[in-house]
């Protein structure tokens, strides 16, 4: 197969491989996988809310996924997603209650960026200390992630004004004006909490993809990721491009948790753990071989896989066995070489026409 096709045949056979290996573990375990798929995907797309919720689902993850994409690009191993979205999420929230009267455009854009503020901010701490003292940004974010799990459970439980919370662990609902659903995106589909952060999504996809395809900056950010030594004897600060890649992947991140927060649940609560967001994203990014126009498309498997697998009750199949999908296929990705092995060209013996 022809080189230029494989970052688009490489993803496909990782998908149909993992569809196969869950089906084979549902055998296994004496579930019937034709049942099981079939429930799955009448769940995702049996009806106009449930395809609203796919799009629900897409948007977070596509903010989160080009987080990852950003900072990898880099060279950057951003683990620490998950407490970068949760932070956006809950100060974004936090100026929402406060505000509930401010009009509705400048409100939600004040919160779109307070999001992403509240995001940078926290990848810049990983940044910085990987660009300056050479600190190892996967422990030192996934150390983070509890930081600012912890943090912002802080916050909600202890700094937040009584009038702003429903209960000792979650607020009241943000006011319509600060709520990323809007009634016509309700009606459309029948009531599905489907919200404008989708919007936002897309075009953060193509941002990105301008940022890095058609920009110095993107150009520094591939070639740090590719050798900062080479890059900074070219002339190029492999220090600046470390810490300003983790402040677009956290500030993305960060922008994907508001989403989650205001478009989802329209409130903030206390988390028992890191969001889901985060290592999801991380998947999708993975899917998508960090390519910003191919993660739109990871990200509505992961949606439909997410939304679907409560169907799954239907045909006796414990939905956690979806994780096990999901898990196969980036498995299969991470051992993609054995795909560019199968379908690397081959070349024609000397003699033979």
Same mark, same amino acid.
Do not use: H
């Given at each position: 197969?022809?080189?230029?096709? #494989?970052?688009?045949?490489?993803?496909?056979?990782?998908?149909?491989?993992?569809?196969?290996?869950?089906?084979?573990? /549902?055998? +296994?375990?004496?579930?019937?996988?034709?049942?099981?798929?079939?429930?799955?995907?009448?769940?995702?797309?049996? &009806?106009?809310?449930?395809?609203?919720?796919?799009?629900?689902?897409?948007?977070?993850?596509?903010?989160?996924?080009?987080?990852?994409?950003?900072?990898?690009?880099?060279?950057?191993?951003?683990?620490?997603?998950?407490? #970068?979205?949760?932070?956006?999420?809950?100060?974004?929230?936090?100026?929402?209650?406060?505000?509930?009267?401010?009009?509705?455009?400048?409100?939600?854009?004040?919160?779109?960026?307070?999001? @992403?503020?509240?995001?940078?901010?926290?990848?810049?701490?990983?940044?910085?200390?990987?660009?300056?003292?050479?600190?190892?940004?996967?422990?030192?974010?996934? @150390? /983070?992630?509890? !930081?600012? *799990?912890?943090?912002?459970?802080?916050?909600?439980?202890?700094?937040?004004?009584?009038?702003?919370?429903?209960?000792?662990?979650?607020?009241?609902?943000?006011?319509?004006?600060?709520?990323? #659903?809007?009634?016509?995106?309700?009606?459309?589909?029948?009531?599905? %909490?489907?919200?404008?952060?989708?919007?936002?999504?897309? +075009?953060?996809?193509?941002?990105?993809?301008?940022?890095?395809?058609?920009?110095?900056?993107?150009?520094?950010?591939?070639?740090?990721?590719?050798?900062?030594?080479?890059?900074?004897?070219?002339?190029? &600060?492999?220090?600046?491009?470390? !810490?300003?890649?983790?402040?677009?992947?956290?500030?993305?991140?960060?922008?994907?948790?508001?989403?989650?927060?205001?478009?989802?649940?329209?409130? $903030?609560? !206390?988390?028992?753990?890191?969001?889901?967001?985060?290592?999801?994203? /991380?998947?999708?990014?993975?899917?998508?071989?960090?390519?910003?126009?191919? +993660?739109?498309?990871?990200?509505?498997?992961?949606?439909?896989?997410?939304?679907?697998?409560?169907? @799954?009750?239907?045909?006796?199949?414990?939905?956690?066995? +979806?994780?096990?999908?999901?898990?196969?296929?980036?498995?299969?990705?991470?051992?993609?070489?054995?795909?560019? #092995? $199968? *379908?690397?060209? %081959?070349?024609?013996?000397?003699?033979?026409?």
């Amino acid at each position: 197969m022809p080189k230029k096709y #494989q970052p688009i045949a490489i993803p496909l056979l990782a998908v149909v491989s993992g569809l196969l290996l869950g089906a084979i573990v /549902m055998l +296994i375990f004496g579930y019937d996988p034709v049942w099981g798929y079939e429930e799955l995907f009448y769940s995702a797309f049996g &009806s106009v809310k449930s395809i609203g919720e796919i799009f629900r689902a897409m948007a977070p993850l596509i903010f989160t996924a080009l987080g990852f994409a950003v900072a990898s690009r880099a060279g950057f191993f951003n683990v620490g997603l998950s407490g #970068q979205a949760l932070v956006g999420w809950v100060f974004a929230a936090w100026f929402a209650l406060e505000n509930p009267d401010m009009s509705r455009p400048l409100l939600i854009l004040a919160t779109v960026v307070i999001a @992403m503020v509240a995001g940078g901010i926290a990848g810049a701490i990983p940044g910085v200390l990987r660009a300056y003292l050479g600190t190892s940004e996967v422990i030192v974010t996934i @150390m /983070m992630n509890y !930081i600012l *799990l912890y943090l912002s459970n802080y916050i909600i439980r202890d700094v937040f004004a009584e009038d702003l919370m429903k209960n000792t662990d979650s607020s009241v609902n943000v006011s319509a004006n600060a709520s990323y #659903q809007t009634e016509w995106l309700r009606a459309l589909t029948d009531n599905s %909490r489907m919200n404008i952060g989708i919007f936002f999504a897309v +075009i953060a996809v193509i941002v990105i993809w301008f940022l890095l395809t058609k920009t110095t900056l993107g150009f520094e950010i591939r070639s740090v990721g590719l050798n900062p030594t080479a890059s900074d004897y070219a002339g190029m &600060s492999a220090k600046r491009t470390i !810490i300003l890649s983790m402040i677009i992947s956290g500030a993305l991140a960060g922008l994907g948790g508001g989403i989650q927060g205001l478009g989802t649940f329209q409130n $903030v609560y !206390i988390q028992g753990g890191s969001l889901d967001i985060g290592f999801d994203g /991380m998947a999708v990014a993975l899917l998508a071989s960090n390519s910003p126009l191919g +993660i739109p498309f990871a990200a509505f498997l992961f949606g439909v896989l997410s939304i679907g697998a409560p169907g @799954m009750v239907r045909a006796q199949i414990p939905p956690e066995l +979806i994780n096990v999908v999901t898990a196969s296929i980036i498995f299969f990705i991470g051992v993609k070489f054995i795909f560019e #092995q $199968v *379908l690397k060209p %081959r070349k024609k013996a000397k003699g033979v026409k």
